[in-house]
């Protein structure tokens, strides 16, 4: 009788578009406990998600069933779905932007990296999501970041009466 086992930690981060609400303080719990929901019905069990409100990190434990891109599609569909429903009228344009950053861990960091995404609202009194995100990105070695690809622009109007784009 043959066996798969594994034990493959993720941590993942998305964020979402710039023109979407920032998720309420009340909201995110709601949000963090659906995210893991999500993670645990695709076999890949969510050990914590936490965000400021413009994104979110997960840690998960990825399944050989599922690819991680799936993973992550389906926790951002279903993420969505559930403010909208959670909040109409405040959520009604919330989308999450296309791409997203996952890094491996070590089960010896596992702890390290599960007290980093608890502790976001404080981390990011002091520090921007950009500017972490591109630090996850140089600490995992990660090659190819262009900002422009990853960061969705902010909505361009136009406005008629200066006759010029507006950001």
Same mark, same amino acid.
């Given at each position: 009788?043959?066996q798969?086992?594994?034990?493959?930690?993720?941590?993942c981060?998305?964020?979402? $578009?710039?023109s979407a609400?920032?998720i309420?303080?009340?909201d995110?719990k709601?949000l @963090?406990?659906?995210a893991? *929901?999500?993670?645990? $019905?695709?076999?890949?069990p969510?050990l914590?998600?936490?965000?400021?409100?413009? %994104?979110? %990190?997960?840690l998960?434990?990825l399944?050989?069933?599922?690819?991680?891109s799936?993973?992550?599609k389906e926790? $951002?569909?279903?993420?969505?779905?559930?403010?909208k429903?959670l @909040?109409?009228h405040?959520?009604t344009?919330f %989308?999450w932007?296309?791409?997203?950053g +996952?890094?491996?861990?070590s089960?010896k960091?596992r702890?390290?990296?599960?007290?980093?995404?608890a502790?976001?609202?404080?981390h %990011?009194l002091?520090?921007?999501?950009r500017? *972490?995100? *591109?630090?996850?990105?140089? @600490? +995992?070695?990660?090659?190819?970041?262009?900002q422009?690809?990853?960061w969705?622009p902010?909505?361009v109007?136009?406005n $008629?009466?200066?006759?010029?784009l507006?950001?």
């Amino acid at each position: 009788m043959s066996q798969t086992l594994c034990n493959v930690l993720i941590h993942c981060v998305f964020h979402a $578009k710039p023109s979407a609400p920032h998720i309420q303080a009340e909201d995110r719990k709601r949000l @963090n406990a659906y995210a893991l *929901e999500v993670c645990q $019905k695709l076999q890949c069990p969510g050990l914590i998600a936490n965000g400021p409100g413009d %994104h979110l %990190h997960l840690l998960i434990s990825l399944s050989t069933a599922i690819a991680l891109s799936t993973v992550i599609k389906e926790v $951002k569909r279903n993420t969505s779905v559930f403010l909208k429903t959670l @909040n109409p009228h405040r959520y009604t344009d919330f %989308h999450w932007q296309r791409g997203y950053g +996952a890094f491996s861990v070590s089960i010896k960091f596992r702890d390290t990296v599960y007290k980093y995404i608890a502790d976001q609202e404080e981390h %990011h009194l002091h520090t921007s999501s950009r500017a *972490e995100f *591109e630090a996850l990105l140089h @600490n +995992a070695q990660v090659n190819g970041y262009v900002q422009g690809f990853y960061w969705e622009p902010q909505c361009v109007v136009y406005n $008629k009466t200066e006759q010029r784009l507006q950001r």
